[in-house]
C-alpha cells in the first residue's frame, strides 16, 4: 500500500504543490478556514467535499462539490453528486487543476524538493522575493473582490550592517535564519512570510484587520527584542522594526499597499525603532 496519498497541483499559482490527505473528510475552497486553501477567485470559499477513508487496507477517495460557483470537473466531466476517485484522476477547481497520486516517500520528497528550489529563500526557508510579490497581489485581489479584510506588516532587521562588520556574513546569516524561524512560529497557518531584501521581510495576513495585524505584529517586535539570539556561541541582542497596512478602497493594487505599510516602516525607524508602527 502506497504510503501516502495527495493532491498535487498540476496548474494554478500555486504549481507543484502537495498537500497530503489524511482519513476523514477535507474541505477545498478559497477561504483561509478550509483543509485545503486555494487562492482562487473563480474557486468558491467552500468549493467540494474530498473524503479519504481506509478499511481492511483498502483506501476509499470521493468527492463531492459543495454548490460551487464555478463548479467542479473530473478528468474534464463537470462532477454532478458524489464520485468516487481513482489514482491519477485531475480534478479542476477555477484555474487550479489538482491531481490524485499514491506516492511513496521519495516522490512526495521529489515534488517537494522542486517547488521549495522556485519558491523558497534558501537561507531562510521563507517565501523568496518573487513567490511573496506573487502571493501579495493574489491575496489583494480576491480581498478586494470579495470586499474581505487583508492586512501586510513589512519587518526590518535594526542595524543588520553592524552585526555583518561584527560577525561577518556568516553571522549575519544566522541572525537572518534565526529571524527567519521566529517569524514562522508566530504565523498562521494561512498567512505567509518571505523575505524580499537582504534584511527586509514581508508577512501577509489574509482575513486581518489594522487592529489584529498591529497586535501580531508586536508579539513579533517582543519576540525578537526579548530573547538575544546566539551568534558564533555568544548571545547578542537584536531588534527589529515594523510597518504595518491593512487593504484600503483606495489602493489600486498590492503593490500600492507595499508601499504603505514601507512607509509605516520608515516611520518606525525614524521614531528611534524597535516598534511598530502603523500606516495613515
Not at 478586494?144 to 492586512?151: I, L, T
Not at 508586536?218 to 547578542?236: C, F, K, S
Amino acid at each position: 500500500m502506497p504510503s501516502q496519498w495527495a493532491l498535487v497541483v498540476y496548474a494554478g499559482a500555486q504549481l507543484g504543490r502537495v498537500f497530503p490527505l489524511v482519513p476523514g473528510e477535507q474541505i477545498l475552497g478559497r477561504s483561509p478556514q478550509v483543509n485545503l486553501t486555494l487562492m482562487d477567485e473563480e474557486v468558491s470559499r467552500q468549493h467540494a467535499r474530498l473524503s479519504l477513508e481506509i478499511q481492511e487496507g483498502q483506501v476509499r477517495v470521493t468527492l463531492e462539490d459543495l454548490r460551487s460557483t464555478n463548479g467542479t470537473y473530473v478528468n474534464g466531466v463537470p462532477l454532478v453528486g458524489a464520485i468516487r476517485l481513482e489514482a491519477g484522476d485531475r480534478i479542476a477547481l477555477g484555474g487550479h487543476v489538482l491531481k490524485l497520486v499514491a506516492m511513496d516517500s521519495l516522490e512526495r520528497q521529489f515534488y517537494e524538493t522542486l517547488i521549495d528550489q522556485s519558491t523558497r529563500d534558501p537561507l531562510t526557508g521563507l517565501s523568496n522575493r518573487g513567490a511573496t510579490l506573487g502571493d501579495l497581489q493574489t491575496y489583494f485581489e480576491l480581498s478586494a473582490r470579495h470586499s474581505r479584510p487583508m492586512a501586510v506588516i513589512m519587518c526590518d532587521l535594526d542595524f543588520f550592517k553592524k552585526i555583518n562588520d561584527m560577525f561577518g556574513h556568516a553571522g549575519g546569516d544566522q541572525v537572518l535564519r534565526t529571524f527567519g524561524e521566529r517569524i514562522a512560529q508566530k504565523l498562521r497557518a494561512t498567512d505567509i512570510a518571505g523575505r524580499i531584501g537582504g534584511e527586509e521581510f514581508l508577512l501577509i495576513l489574509p482575513e486581518t484587520d489594522l487592529e489584529g495585524a498591529l497586535q501580531l505584529g508586536e508579539r513579533l517586535r517582543a519576540t525578537i527584542a526579548d530573547e538575544p539570539m546566539m551568534v558564533d556561541g555568544l548571545a547578542h541582542a537584536v531588534t527589529c522594526s515594523l510597518g504595518v497596512a491593512e487593504r484600503s478602497s483606495e489602493d489600486r493594487d498590492g503593490g500600492a499597499l507595499l508601499a504603505r505599510a514601507d512607509a509605516a516602516l520608515y516611520g518606525a525607524k525614524h521614531k528611534g525603532r524597535n516598534r511598530v508602527v502603523s500606516a495613515g
